[in-house]
């Protein structure tokens, strides 16, 4: 009754309000058709872990050295788009119905034969989340979850450390080592985590160091398969 009663009350708050793409400020939809279409895919000419093109599938020469904890990341869109335009407004500007827009639109053929048993978001810490009001990982990995028909664990994994954002660390070496120890896995779960094939979803893959940090503490609890998600992919080889 209480989600009959929103859904009507957001059908008749989108008659007297449109709602605008936030990327081009057409009518219609709060990210609209033209713009998605013009949302660059993720090639699959990519290396397997960070999405970095090569000139065929594969696992490039980085991922090889570092020792990526991920067996695979999937990824739907590249950032620069307008697709990544809305992961921005949906995670700093608090447009939060942006998230079951967003949260349907991940590329799932692929993840679909993955087989995995669950989906967990990346964590948050809770001061970040009473900052902003709600974990945009969590949002997005219920909506996979459900499209996947697969359990979603939104406590599986806590973020014991405040540490600085990702996107405000100078550099790829400074994002590993902000991350050390800051993320845990939930007291008494290491029987769910023992031999599962567990997808992490994020809304932005950079340099990885946010996804193989909680696949390195999937693995240490004895995961037997971790599969990184994001919505929206910047190859590191883009970064200036």
Known sequence: ??????????????????????????DGALLCSVCVAESPAVSKDVCRKCAEPLTKPGTCTRCVIEGS??????????????????????????????????????????????KADFVVPVPMHKSRIRERGYNQSAILAKKLADSLGIEFNGDLLVRSTNTVPQSEQPTAVARRGALSGAIEVELNSDDEIAGGRILVVDDVFTTGSTLNAVAATLKSAGAGCVGGVALTVQPIGSLK
């Open 1 to 26: 009754m209480i989600t009959k009663l929103i859904e009507i009350t957001s059908a008749a708050l989108d008659l007297v309000f449109p709602p605008i793409c936030v990327h081009c400020s057409r």
């Open 69 to 114: 904890s991920l067996d695979r990341l999937y990824g739907s869109y590249l950032y620069e788009s307008p697709v990544g335009s809305a992961v921005r407004s949906f995670k700093f500007d608090d447009v939060r119905a942006l998230g079951s827009v967003l949260g349907g639109m991940f590329n799932t053929e692929q993840m679909s034969r993955a």
